[in-house]
C-alpha cells in the first residue's frame, strides 16, 4: 500500500499551529523521522512544534523549535506523572489545532492527555509491530486506541496495521498507512573519496550494513556467512549493547581482517558512506519501516534483506521461496546458505549489482518525505469531519 499522490497545500488544510511529540531525545529512526516530518511541515507552512517528553541525550537541541517536557534522561514513576501534569499545561498554553505523536509512550500518555486538554486532531503513529511492545505499554496503547484517544492512528507500513489485527474494531477502524520518507541528498564524492574518507579498502567490493548493533538488527547473520564469500569487506556502521560480542564473533570465525566496526555515525555522514558501498545488507528481525533502507534504495545500492513482511513490502517483493523482490534480494532469515550464496555471486558479479541497484532507485520515489507530509496533512485537517480517516491508496 503506497502513499497517495502530493497534494498542494491549498486542496488540504490552511496553516495550523501543530505539535509533533515523541517519547525521548535520543537518536533513532523514530525521531529522525518526526524531525523530517517537523521541517516538511514548517516549509508548508504550518507553526510546528517539535516536543520530546523526556532527554536522554541532548542531541537534537539545536534542531528549530524544540521543547524538553522533563529534562531529566530516566524519569521513574514519579517523573512520568510530572510529565503528565506539564504536557498537560503545556497543551492547554499553547493550543495546538493538532498533536501527532510517535512512539508508544508519547501516543498513549500522550494523546490521551491532549484529548483532556482539548486537542482537536490527536494523530498517533506506529512504529513497530504491536508485539515489540512491552506488556504494559500494549494494555495502555490499546485502551487508548480503543477510548477514541486516537483520532488517526497511522502505522508506517502496512505490516505495522497489519500486527494490530486481532485488537477492538473501535481500534482498527482508526488505523491507516502512512510510509517513512527520505529527504535525500546524495553525496558529492566518487566512490574512491568516499572510500578514502572511511579508511575503506578500494580495491574490494564492500558489504554496508546500517542500524544499532543489537539483536534485532542480526548483525551476526552477516558475520557467520562472511568467510563463504569469496571477496568483499564487511561494514558494520553503527553501535550499540551486542558490539563487543559480534567483535569477539568475528575473531573466533578468523574474519576480522574483512570486518570494520565503524561506530556510530552521524546522518550527515551516510550519504558518503553509502557512495563508498556495492552492497547494502539487512538481517533485520523486524522493521516498521527501516530508513536505512530506504536511503540505500535513494543511493542507488544492491540490497539484500530479510524476508520479513515490513521489508518485503518496501522492496516491493513478493517474499517467495526465489526471494526476488522489485528492488532487492529478500532471504529467508534461516537460511545462512542464501544469504551466503546471495553475497558471492553479487561481490563477483557487477551487472547484478547494477540491476539491483537501478531496481532499488527507481522505487524510492514512492518513498519521499513530500509523500510522507501529504499523508500526515490530510489527518490533521480541521476542515474535515471529525470522524474521517485518510487511507492512502496502492500506487
Request: one cysteine or more.
Given at each position: 500500500?503506497?502513499?497517495a499522490?502530493?497534494?498542494?497545500?491549498?486542496?488540504v488544510?490552511?496553516?495550523?499551529?501543530?505539535v509533533?511529540?515523541?517519547?525521548h531525545?535520543?537518536?533513532?529512526?523514530?525521531?529522525e523521522?518526526?524531525?523530517?516530518?517537523?521541517?516538511?511541515?514548517?516549509?508548508?507552512?504550518?507553526?510546528?512544534e517539535?516536543w520530546?517528553?523526556?532527554?536522554?541525550?541532548?542531541?537534537?537541541r539545536?534542531?528549530?523549535?524544540?521543547?524538553?517536557?522533563?529534562?531529566?534522561?530516566?524519569?521513574?514513576?514519579?517523573?512520568?506523572?510530572?510529565?503528565?501534569?506539564?504536557?498537560?499545561?503545556?497543551?492547554?498554553?499553547?493550543?495546538?489545532?493538532?498533536?501527532?505523536?510517535?512512539?508508544?509512550?508519547?501516543?498513549?500518555?500522550?494523546?490521551t492527555?491532549?484529548?483532556?486538554?482539548?486537542?482537536?486532531?490527536?494523530?498517533?503513529?506506529?512504529?513497530?509491530?504491536?508485539?515489540?511492545?512491552?506488556?504494559?505499554?500494549?494494555?495502555?496503547?490499546?485502551?487508548?486506541?480503543?477510548?477514541?484517544?486516537?483520532?488517526?492512528?497511522?502505522?508506517?507500513?502496512?505490516?505495522v496495521?497489519?500486527?494490530?489485527?486481532?485488537?477492538p474494531?473501535?481500534?482498527?477502524?482508526?488505523?491507516?498507512?502512512?510510509?517513512?520518507?527520505?529527504?535525500?541528498?546524495?553525496?558529492?564524492?566518487?566512490?574512491?573519496?568516499?572510500?578514502?574518507?572511511?579508511?575503506?579498502?578500494?580495491?574490494?567490493?564492500?558489504?554496508?550494513?546500517?542500524?544499532?548493533?543489537?539483536?534485532?538488527?542480526?548483525?551476526?547473520?552477516?558475520?557467520?556467512?562472511?568467510?563463504?564469500?569469496?571477496?568483499?569487506?564487511?561494514?558494520?556502521?553503527?553501535?550499540?549493547?551486542?558490539?563487543?560480542?559480534?567483535?569477539?564473533?568475528?575473531?573466533?570465525?578468523?574474519?576480522?581482517?574483512?570486518?570494520r566496526?565503524?561506530?556510530?555515525?552521524?546522518?550527515?555522514?551516510?550519504?558518503?558512506?553509502?557512495?563508498?558501498?556495492?552492497i547494502?545488507?539487512?538481517?533485520?528481525?523486524?522493521?516498521?519501516?527501516?530508513?536505512?533502507?530506504l536511503?540505500?534504495?535513494?543511493?542507488?545500492?544492491?540490497?539484500?534483506?530479510?524476508?520479513?513482511?515490513?521489508?518485503?513490502?518496501?522492496?516491493?517483493?513478493?517474499?517467495?521461496?526465489?526471494?526476488?523482490?522489485?528492488?532487492?534480494?529478500?532471504?529467508?532469515?534461516d537460511?545462512?546458505?542464501?544469504?551466503?550464496?546471495?553475497?558471492?555471486?553479487?561481490?563477483?558479479?557487477?551487472?547484478?549489482?547494477?540491476?539491483?541497484?537501478?531496481?532499488?532507485?527507481?522505487?524510492?520515489?514512492?518513498?519521499?518525505?513530500?509523500?510522507?507530509?501529504?499523508?500526515?496533512?490530510?489527518?490533521?485537517?480541521?476542515?474535515?469531519?471529525?470522524g474521517?480517516?485518510?487511507?492512502?491508496?496502492?500506487?
Amino acid at each position: 500500500m503506497m502513499a497517495a499522490a502530493p497534494l498542494a497545500v491549498s486542496e488540504v488544510a490552511s496553516r495550523s499551529r501543530l505539535v509533533l511529540l515523541i517519547t525521548h531525545m535520543d537518536q533513532g529512526g523514530a525521531q529522525e523521522a518526526l524531525l523530517r516530518l517537523a521541517r516538511s511541515l514548517r516549509a508548508r507552512g504550518h507553526d510546528v512544534e517539535t516536543w520530546f517528553l523526556y532527554e536522554k541525550s541532548a542531541l537534537y537541541r539545536n534542531e528549530e523549535r524544540i521543547r524538553v517536557v522533563l529534562p531529566e534522561k530516566s524519569p521513574g514513576a514519579l517523573g512520568y506523572l510530572r510529565i503528565v501534569g506539564r504536557l498537560y499545561g503545556l497543551l492547554k498554553a499553547h493550543r495546538p489545532d493538532a498533536v501527532i505523536s510517535f512512539l508508544p509512550l508519547a501516543n498513549s500518555f500522550g494523546q490521551t492527555v491532549a484529548r483532556v486538554a482539548g486537542v482537536r486532531r490527536r494523530v498517533a503513529s506506529q512504529r513497530n509491530p504491536f508485539w515489540t511492545y512491552t506488556p504494559w505499554m500494549r494494555r495502555l496503547d490499546k485502551l487508548a486506541g480503543t477510548l477514541g484517544c486516537y483520532t488517526a492512528n497511522v502505522g508506517n507500513s502496512q505490516a505495522v496495521v497489519d500486527s494490530f489485527v486481532d485488537f477492538p474494531k473501535a481500534y482498527r477502524d482508526r488505523l491507516s498507512v502512512v510510509h517513512n520518507g527520505i529527504d535525500w541528498r546524495p553525496s558529492s564524492l566518487d566512490p574512491a573519496a568516499a572510500r578514502a574518507r572511511f579508511g575503506l579498502p578500494a580495491d574490494e567490493p564492500v558489504i554496508l550494513s546500517i542500524g544499532r548493533l543489537a539483536e534485532q538488527k542480526n548483525q551476526s547473520l552477516l558475520l557467520r556467512v562472511l568467510p563463504s564469500v569469496s571477496a568483499g569487506h564487511l561494514v558494520l556502521a553503527g553501535d550499540g549493547e551486542d558490539r563487543a560480542k559480534l567483535e569477539r564473533l568475528a575473531a573466533d570465525l578468523g574474519i576480522a581482517h574483512r570486518v570494520r566496526f565503524l561506530g556510530e555515525v552521524t546522518r550527515a555522514d551516510v550519504p558518503d558512506l553509502l557512495r563508498a558501498a556495492d552492497i547494502f545488507a539487512m538481517p533485520t528481525l523486524f522493521e516498521g519501516q527501516s530508513n536505512a533502507v530506504l536511503e540505500a534504495m535513494h543511493a542507488g545500492l544492491a540490497i539484500v534483506s530479510s524476508d520479513i513482511p515490513a521489508q518485503t513490502e518496501t522492496l516491493g517483493g513478493p517474499g517467495n521461496g526465489q526471494g526476488q523482490g522489485a528492488a532487492g534480494l529478500l532471504l529467508p532469515l534461516d537460511d545462512d546458505g542464501a544469504w551466503a550464496a546471495a553475497l558471492d555471486t553479487l561481490v563477483r558479479d557487477p551487472a547484478a549489482r547494477a540491476d539491483l541497484a537501478a531496481r532499488a532507485l527507481a522505487r524510492a520515489d514512492l518513498f519521499t518525505v513530500d509523500r510522507m507530509t501529504d499523508g500526515f496533512e490530510r489527518l490533521v485537517d480541521t476542515s474535515a469531519p471529525e470522524g474521517r480517516v485518510y487511507r492512502p491508496q496502492p500506487g
